[in-house]
């Protein structure tokens, strides 16, 4: 792991990421060893994984290893688990009584802006100030390896009140996302004798084709694309060189932008996504809630996901054909002199929330759970599980046993085999700042990973969504009250009228008045708001 984690810093000083004193947060992580345990009550939720339950965890070697080195590092968990569906309902009741409070609650169900409220009532307290009492493991990682998730989690009382997953993915030794891309059947491309669409027109083309050729044989015209019918979250809007969101950030041009203030290239995207609604291929009826049922009805001719996942084709029913396969594309290139964007999660990223409430008296302990959390022995346990079980060493290099891993699942839960992402998913942290997809995703299919090169390489990426959450620093209580005043009506005009253009109940002829509509609303507003955050954030 050692190996990792420095091979990791070299990749961040070449993305120009300064981290200062990397070597003594691995030293600092190894000193454990104590016999006086501090007991610290935590509120957690269930995971939500299909096979390997949290409520299971004492079946499980992983969690004996695990509580096994929690004691080495003097410390000792009580948890009350309450139910996924629950939980949120459970943590605001508790949080607004102010009673019956752990030492650490999940606050990833609440809101950004309960959240904030929660701080600025004394009900949370500050990280910066826990780590202090620590051994420098979890306050170097913050300040430094995770500096980007510092400045997006401090208050403009200078303190940070929650702490939060960290992922950074790289692809060999660069920093690098994920992709989160469209993802066409390149069993029905095979069988036809079509290539990987390159154009507009080719991509276009191949699902029309799908459909005239009944690809899933039921006899209808019901091969469809499963994608967001809106430009928020929907990569198409990146080829167009169109930001994702209401709000999203071009990094090449630093610049935070509105899609609707880029009339040629939104104009050439409704024009383009009306073309797919009229071939049928694009089916407006058609809901999020209803991915997984044309999946697995064979219905789903393209979907959004990530460019390497292999969960998706095991799903879908295929009867006696050969298996199904997704194959990741594009970016395609749409507008001549217009730069195509590739989208996905953020390199770097910071999600989850985790707080030490008022009722922690045991500050110390706290600190000692940080810095295990924030250690590279902690990313071990998470990612890998334990050695000899799950993994073994290779060239240095952790790497899944024979029969681990997600298609496993259902084997392993019958093994009691597991890591801690599979386990505890959101109930507490997952810290990964150097996982390298080249060796996580290294079982994916060929074609997927020679997608991958190609993505890595490509030089203009965008967020598939989530701006706001990884480039805009938290808002202050005047811009909290602007958002709230003027958001929703501005997203459910654009989303209503994006809708009504590609379905043609509206004309492009009446774009002056959409835009004049949304500048009513604020638009103008609410970009200059989030234009303050996000120089807020890089000046931090």
């Not at 609440?110 to 910066?128: F, R, S, Y």
């Not at 029913?317 to 990741?328: D, Q, T």
Request: glycine content about 6%.
């Amino acid at each position: 792991m050692k190996h990792l984690w420095r091979r990791f810093f070299v990749a961040l000083l070449v993305a120009v990421i300064v981290v200062s004193s990397f070597t003594n947060w691995t030293v600092a992580s190894a000193e454990a060893g104590t016999t006086e345990l501090h007991h610290l009550k935590l509120l957690v939720p269930t995971n939500n994984n299909p096979y390997i339950n949290f409520t299971e965890r004492d079946s499980y070697s992983f969690w004996t290893c695990f509580t096994e080195a929690l004691a080495k590092h003097g410390l000792e968990l009580e948890l009350e688990v309450v139910p996924r569906d629950q939980f949120e309902v459970v943590s605001q009741t508790r949080m607004a009584a102010a009673q019956d409070l752990p030492d650490l609650i999940v606050l990833s169900y609440l809101d950004q802006e309960t959240c904030v409220k929660l701080a600025k009532q004394g009900m949370l307290l500050p990280i910066n100030e826990i780590v202090k009492e620590g051994d420098g493991t979890a306050k170097d990682f913050l300040n430094e390896i995770a500096a980007f998730s510092r400045k997006l989690n401090t208050l403009d009382d200078g303190n940070q009140y929650w702490f939060s997953s960290i992922l950074i993915t790289t692809w060999g030794e660069d920093v690098c996302q994920s992709p989160v891309v469209p993802n066409i059947r390149k069993d029905w491309l095979d069988a036809l004798g079509l290539k990987t669409p390159e154009t507009l027109d080719e991509f276009y083309d191949a699902l029309v084709a799908f459909q005239k050729n009944d690809m899933n044989g039921n006899g209808l015209a019901d091969e469809v694309v499963m994608v967001n019918p809106n430009f928020i979250g929907n990569p198409i809007a990146g080829w167009f060189g169109l930001g994702t969101d209401l709000v999203s950030v071009l990094f090449d041009q630093n610049k935070v932008v509105c899609p609707w203030y880029q009339e040629e290239q939104m104009k050439a995207f409704i024009t383009y996504m009306k073309k797919l609604v009229d071939a049928g291929v694009i089916d407006l009826s058609v809901d999020s809630t209803m991915t997984t049922q044309y999946l697995v009805e064979n219905k789903t001719a393209c979907t959004v996901t990530y460019g390497t996942q292999s969960y998706l084709e095991p799903q879908v029913n295929v009867g006696s054909a050969s298996a199904a396969e997704f194959l990741p594309i594009g970016p395609i290139t749409a507008l001549e002199g217009i730069t195509a964007y590739a989208t996905g999660d953020n390199a770097q990223y910071s999600y989850h929330r985790f707080g030490f409430t008022k009722a922690c008296k045991d500050t110390e302990g706290a600190a000692k759970l940080l810095d295990f959390l924030y250690s590279e022995e902690y990313t071990n346990f998470f990612e890998f599980g334990v050695e000899g079980e799950t993994y073994e060493m290779v060239d240095g290099k952790p790497q899944f046993l024979e029969g681990v891993g997600q298609p496993y699942w259902e084997e392993m839960s019958k093994k009691g085999l597991t890591n801690g992402l599979w386990i505890m998913m959101g109930i507490l942290p997952r810290v990964y700042p150097g996982q390298d997809l080249k060796i996580t995703e290294k079982n994916a299919a060929p074609y997927k990973l020679e997608y991958m090169e190609k993505f890595s390489k490509y030089p203009y990426k965008a967020l598939t969504s989530g701006y706001e959450n990884n480039y805009m620093a938290l808002p202050t209580d005047e811009e909290l009250d602007l958002k709230n005043s003027i958001y929703p009506d501005l997203k459910t005009y654009s989303d209503e009228t994006f809708v009504g253009l590609i379905s043609g109940k509206l004309s492009l002829d009446n774009w002056d008045s959409y835009i004049a509509e949304l500048k009513k609303l604020g638009m103008d507003d609410y970009l200059q708001m989030m234009t303050n955050r996000y120089e807020r954030y890089c000046n931090q």
